[in-house]
């Protein structure tokens, strides 16, 4: 499986520096997947699925993948929305009862709400190391904690905090909303339409067939064998299993969400749906805290998902699992079609390292990106604005300005502008103009001495009109 876009000094470059990290962070084995455009188009295994026998990692190897679960928990829960089964916005206690007893955090405090459990803002403590142990936790055991646990950490709503409870009582609500136990509802849902023949949630099945990569512990130097941790009541969290594949499939079908179109849908859930996901819906992080992030980028939770806004790559969505004896991490750039994911079996392996590192060797590879065309109210109005600074006044002709524009900034102001920045650069031409979307865009004057920046946004009217105007020279 390889994409002849990329030279084979390219995969060669990326296995390489997959058999590193493994040596590096003393991985027995990992596996990683690379799609871009729909189809896994290259893999990469190194080491042992069995450290005891020695059976290497394969392509069809099962891993652990964790809390990377989430997003597809997350989409489970917005395909019944779509349906009208439930609704974001109302109090958990709809749709899990026991949750009516609960004692709120405060007395002023908002109900728990779905969105709240899907944004890790409910206000649950951060619960990785219990919550990791418990995935064999059975229905009248998830009760208890519902019943008596100390849940609050903080009123719901203040803050983003990280908690596995909350998508266990989001597997409550799939099994209460949709009538079915909340595994039978994702391979209905999800594992059949997409093919996911493979990927399961119960990792002691998947380890009976022996193509499963068990996980292991480093104390010291001391290896060990982490016990399989049995499907239960809160799989919602974290209890995947999957191969590269399985999971490719899965990926493939998140990023077909973009770009937004007309066509017919053909997924078990909305595009839409899938893009609502990505939206920042909680607190952001700081820059450096979320796993996978890139010092000084900005990213924030949405649901099920991390979206990181990167300077490099552009839109960056996330997201980490962690189990004792498995790490891995998932990376999509959907405005480019890419996906990368990675799989390891060493307790809580970073494997975020790993595909970023290969995301940006795929981008060192890559010819330049290619810009949608504008739209003809853009080209419109840049034309306008390239005649403005050839005749060195803002008004004449037909320019496409809105009501605010010259009110805002009065003629002789926009004049001046105009001659101060001529005499500086001499005469220019239109090199290009980059949309960032359809009702705005940046563009560029290639004059006699330099270049000319420029960036305009257009009124959201029938007739679109220039509202704003930035122009500065480049490098200045």
């Known amino acids: 499986m390889s994409d002849p876009e990329y030279p084979a000094t390219v995969r060669a470059e990326i296995d390489a520096a997959s058999a590193a990290f493994a040596e590096q962070e003393r991985i027995p084995g990992l596996a990683l997947g690379i799609v871009q455009e729909g189809r896994l188009v290259h893999a990469t295994t190194v080491g042992l699925a069995d450290r005891e026998a020695g059976r290497r990692v394969e392509v069809g190897t099962g891993f652990r993948i964790a809390s990377m679960t989430k997003n597809m928990t997350a989409l489970a829960i917005l395909s019944l929305r779509d349906r009208g089964w439930l609704q974001l916005d109302a109090p958990l206690a709809h749709y899990v009862p026991q949750f009516a007893a609960v004692k709120q955090a405060t007395r002023d405090s908002a109900p728990v709400t779905v969105r ?36 609050f950490a903080r009123p719901p709503g203040l803050a983003f905090e990280y908690s596995n409870l909350g998508y266990a009582l989001l597997g409550r609500v799939l099994t209460n909303v949709s ?50 941790e049995p499907d239960g009541e809160v799989g919602a969290m974290g209890g995947l299993a999957t191969t590269v594949p399985d999971y490719a499939r899965y990926v493939s079908f998140l990023l077909s969400a973009w770009p937004a179109r007309d066509e017919p849908e053909s997924g078990p859930v909305r595009r839409s749906s899938v893009r609502e996901m990505v939206l920042w819906h909680a607190p952001p992080f700081a820059p450096d805290s979320a796993p996978g992030a ?3 980028q900005p990213s924030a939770y949405g649901y099920g998902l991390t979206h990181s806004t990167d300077a490099l790559l552009g839109m960056r969505i996330h997201h980490a699992g962690g189990l004792p004896g498995y790490g891995s991490h ?24 790993l595909t970023l590192d290969v995301a940006e060797k795929l981008h060192a590879a890559s010819p330049p990106s290619v810009l949608a065309d ?81 960036t305009v946004t257009l009124s959201p009217e029938a007739d679109s009109g220039i509202q704003k105007l930035v122009l500065s020279v480049a490098g200045a």
Not at 196 to 218: E, I, K, V
Not at 332 to 352: C, H, I, K, Q
Request: charged share 20%.
């Open 294 to 296: 890139r010092a000084g």
């Open 330 to 353: 998932v990376l999509m750039l959907p405005e480019r079609g890419w996906g990368v994911f990675a799989f390891g079996n060493r307790t809580y392996a970073p494997m975020s390292r």
């Open 179 to 228: 009538g079915e136990p909340y595994q039978a509802y994702m391979r209905r849902t999800f594992l059949q339409p997409l093919g996911m023949a493979h990927t399961t949630f119960d990792a002691p099945a998947a380890a009976s067939r022996g193509d499963y990569a068990f996980g292991y512990r480093l104390d010291g130097e001391t290896w060990s064998r982490e016990r399989i």
């Open 374 to 454: 504008p739209s003809s109210a853009l080209v419109r109005a840049v034309q306008a604005i390239v005649a403005a600074y050839g005749s060195g006044r803002i008004e004449g002709g037909d320019r496409p300005f809105a009501v605010n524009f010259l009110l805002d900034t009065p003629a002789p102001l926009r004049d001046a502008e105009l001659a101060s920045l001529k005499q500086q650069l001499g005469e220019g031409r239109l090199e290009r103009i980059e949309p960032i979307h359809a009702l705005a865009g940046r563009f560029v004057l290639a004059c006699a001495r330099g270049r000319l920046n420029g």
């Open 116 to 151: 709240h459990l899907l944004t890790h803002t409910a206000g649950f403590v951060t619960d990785d190391p219990w919550g990791d142990r418990v995935l064999g936790m059975t229905p009248a055991e998830l009760d208890t904690v519902i019943a008596t646990g100390h849940l």
